[in-house]
């Protein structure tokens, strides 16, 4: 697997932080397609609590980098890949759960994730093995990694990780970026207890996840549409 240098890492991180000691925010806006944007419009307030699964190394295409950086938000990273889990805690102040999302929470419950960069996507979340193997390498072109690789990784359940990290008395943001197992992810979702304000998911079966959320939230935007896969804003009713 090809990730960034360290020593690349670190000046990354070095340019960042000194912009944002300046002021300057050039590089503290990391989202694709400027969700991040987007989203300040509906939450431009300091200090919200945020969840983002699929976090990445918490910077490149982050929907929530933004909001803790300059916005004093707090809250949790979840990324499955433990290098990347590790980037994540060098890169946020946010806590971090390095694991999978899960329907049921189940002791030692683990799932095969396909390495793809910022495309990583777990075994079966986009159907049969032809569309993973065309996914993992559109993602690897994209990001001129080499090769993938599998990795068996823990899965849990969003509230279960939610309670273990204490932040389930208000949550402003759910960010949901996990490669073809959204209904998976929202399914260990138990909004009886833990149902935040907004729900940004990156969805391939948008008419799926609209009914699996409708007794609780409405559709609120379409953030951005690419034919394939839209960004969708759910708001809690």
């Known amino acids: 697997m090809r990730l960034p240098s360290r020593f690349r890492q670190s000046l990354l991180r070095l340019r960042r932080r000194g912009c944002e000691r300046l002021g300057i925010l050039r590089y503290s806006r990391p989202a694709l397609h400027d969700l991040d944007r987007k989203l300040e419009r509906h939450l431009d307030f300091d200090h919200g609590v945020f969840i983002e699964a699929g976090a990445n190394d918490g910077v490149r295409q982050s929907n929530t980098y933004y909001f803790e950086k300059i916005r004093g938000w707090t809250g949790l990273l979840i990324e499955p890949v433990p290098e990347l889990a590790a980037e994540c805690r060098r890169n946020r102040r946010a806590q971090v759960a390095a694991c999978a999302l899960a329907a049921r929470d189940e002791p030692g419950a683990t799932v095969e994730l396909h390495f793809a960069g910022l495309m990583s996507t777990v075994r079966g979340a986009l159907g049969d093995e032809a569309a993973t193997a065309a996914h993992v390498a559109?993602?690897?072109?994209?990001?001129?990694?080499?090769?993938?690789?599998?990795?068996t990784v823990p899965a849990r359940t969003l509230s279960a990780l939610i309670d273990e990290a204490r932040i389930g008395g208000r949550i402003d943001l759910l960010s949901l970026d996990v490669e073809g197992a959204e209904i998976t992810a929202l399914q260990g979702l138990d909004l009886a207890r833990h149902a935040p304000r907004f729900i940004c998911v990156e969805a391939r079966d948008a008419a799926a996840i609209t009914a699996l959320l409708a007794p609780r939230y409405r559709l609120f935007e379409t953030l951005t549409d690419l034919g394939t896969r839209a960004d969708l804003l759910y708001r809690l009713h």
Do not use: I, P
């Not at 559109?138 to 990795?151: D, E, F, I, N």
């Open 138 to 151: 559109a993602g690897l072109a994209a990001q001129g990694l080499a090769s993938s690789r599998r990795l």
